[in-house]
């Protein structure tokens, strides 16, 4: 069953949806009766195309009910249009108009939803390029192994993680992850060369080619930008990259507990370039001056994926580049900076290193090791703040059995927060876990022509000790 509600997780009058549906046995009984009742007949929707051939042509648009074409709207407009109603009411017009309006307004497409949500649209472009994947692969696989990978890929369009109603949809954690770990599943079958594989290709369906770096232990999505979009693990199959955009929603007031609204897409290794030594409030708090470039590229060239771009505002005009290459068990992303003009800059770079493993914050550990100091030191995987001088950064998953590490060269400070959305649900307003930001941070100071550069690799194991 694809809706949450089905699986128990909606309330009902007595208890929970999983209640009526299961322990009181409605589900069976209902499933009972189709089978039992002489007037109904089940059948496949190919059986009905062949037993009764069309009579005439009939265009269907692309269409999902009424609700889902208002809720896909941007935040603004779907206040507005749920408001229609009452004001065409307080001024005095007809029923009958009314009703007329609300016939032929309508919301938007509903794949608008795919806009609104880059959460679920990472999600979605991972489904077609596991899918792709599968078609291509089906003459090299036996019957019975193509079937079950089918299977596994079917687990993956459950339905309500891909849109977002009153009750969860998009933002449950534990849902989108159950996707991620089928699409994995897939991928690791099907890649079963451990040679390294690099190329473009155009994961995002944008008609502008990202990078894939494909290696014995998994998969590096890059986006067309120069950011990291999805990271698949073989063993165990999982999805590693986090990045989930918190929006404002109709019904937040502001003042909920933990309420944020992020100040653009979140992404895996994205950059961020701020005027002076401010990245807390920047970063954090949300207030400031943050530049997030778009950096041309990808080329190809050497075993590296290159990005390379011009950063002119806020005060700042430096030049940036990025490279990526594949190491045993993860990815290096080598950071360059470069002042071409005739005045002196300070900044603060940031790369946005969030991970997503699979568990919740009660399954996670997180530790840094510092310059300087021996060991690591354990953190709460629910605080915020920052550090200076760390070296690198360990991040636990014992439910799932891996471990997602970050190295860093030089020492950098590093930025964590939880990442936390508010969201209405038919039993109040509810906070949900969406994982960890973890940004590495360094203030420079460019004379002209100066040159820095930064290294950051990310790698996961199942050894889960430190």
Known sequence: MSDAEKMGLWPARRGTTYDLCYREGWMSRFLKGLRGTAWIETVLLSEVLEQKPPRRLVYLPSASYDRMAVWALPTEARRRLEALPGRLERAGVAPELQREVGRFTCGTHWRNFLVKYPAADRLHKAYLYTRDRLTAAEDSLSPGEENRLWERLDAATVNDVYWHGLFGGVYYHFLRHHCYRCLAEVLARLDTDAETEIGLYDYERLGRPGALITDSG????????????????????????????RIAEPYHRGDERGFTVDRARRGFCRVAVMPGRAAKERLLAGRGVVVFPELKGPLVRKGLVCYGGRVGRG????????????????????????????????????????????????????????????????QRITRRGG???????????????????SLVEPAAGLWSSPIYTVEATEAGIKRSWQGLTLVWTWFLRLEPGAERKMEVRFVYSTDIQR
């Open 315 to 378: 005060g700042m005009d430096v030049e940036l580049g990025l490279e990526y290459s594949p190491v045993t068990g993860g990815w290096r992303c080598g950071v360059g900076v470069v002042n071409p003009g005739l005045n002196a800059v300070s900044l603060t770079l940031a790369l946005d290193s969030t991970p997503s493993p699979p568990s919740g914050p009660r399954d996670l550990e997180l530790a840094l090791r510092f310059e300087g100091r021996d060991g690591t030191i354990p």
């Open 387 to 405: 550090h200076k001088s760390v070296r690198s950064w360990f991040l636990t998953d014992r439910r799932a059995g891996l471990t997602v590490t």
């Open 218 to 245: 998994g998969t590096v999505v890059l986006d067309h930008a120069g950011a990291v979009l999805d990271w698949f693990s073989k063993v165990p199959p999982a999805g590693l990259a986090g990045g989930f955009t």
